[in-house]
């Protein structure tokens, strides 16, 4: 940084000083484990504290090893998880909130922040803030399918619903600037609130839905106050699964983008059956487990961490 160039290029010096904060921290965080384990070697009579001990430095040193994997463009960014239902009314509905609470509480577990975005009957969108979190919940995009006795039934009948997760990064504050989506492509809706908000909520159209006309992507935010800065997050979301589905088609053109964008209700990556029986399984790396109240609870690591490993 000492260098009489370094600031001559000011985009090149950013992604410089980040690189260097992010080294920085890698080795802090490896120099941590190193310190936890000459603790364990000193204090290897005291039972109780080595093992305590010793499962945090596995874990640690578990995540540590499993973000070298990351090698995505934007696996270091924050992340937006969005779940939408599939056909089936109420059951699906009610899927799909379980699943927006299970992601919630996977967030909380890994100590990250969470904002619910959005959060009707058709869409919930919840904006996740945190190390790698987008490298950890891409692979979460795709339909999860439930099994189970319908709460909604009279008649107790078994029930399938289907949930669709979208999962994109939050883009860099310089690459969101570049994306200018002209104003006659956009669709805005407004209605009321029905989060955290203030006062306004319930009471004024402040919540914000931005729908982009050639692809039929959309994107909404209710968490804010003022319509204004609903409509400044709903916006920066919408750019973030437009420059997704860009780099999805490989498209360097936003105009280019004209294919309507639906989601695509293929064969499901994961099932979660109640009913007969209780089982969790990802069809793609076959990790599966009858825990399933624990894995409601976001106890997803085994499958988060089988499908990062595989990739």
Sequence with gaps: MNLPDFWSNRESADKNIKLLGETQKFVNRYREIEKGIEALEQNFDETEFTTSKFYELKRKFRQLELEQLFRGRYDKENAVVSVYPGAGGEDAADWAKMLFEMYEKYA??????????????????????GDYAYGYLKRESGVHRLVRVSPFSAKKLRHTSFALIEVVPELPELEESKMVIPEKDLKLEFYRSSGPGGQNVNKVETAVRIMHIPTGLSAGSQSERSQGQNRELA?????????????????????????????????????????????????????????????????????????????
Excluded: C
């Excluded at 100590?111 to 996740?128: I, Y």
């Excluded at 699964?241 to 490989?250: A, I, P, R, T």
């Excluded at 059956?273 to 409601?296: C, H, I, S, W």
């Design 235 to 311: 916006l920066k979301l919408l750019k973030a699964k437009l420059f997704h589905l860009m780099e999805k088609n490989k498209v360097e053109e936003l105009a280019h983008l004209r294919v309507n964008a639906k989601p695509e209700w293929g064969s499901q990556i994961r099932s979660y059956v109640l009913n007969p029986y209780k089982l969790v399984k990802d069809n793609r790396t076959e990790v599966e487990t009858a825990q399933v109240d624990e894995v409601l609870a976001g106890d997803l690591d085994k499958f988060v961490e089988a499908e990062v490993e595989l990739n």
């Design 108 to 129: 909380a577990q890994r100590g990250w922040k969470t904002v619910v975005l959005d959060d009707t009957f058709n869409h919930r969108a919840l904006a996740v803030s």
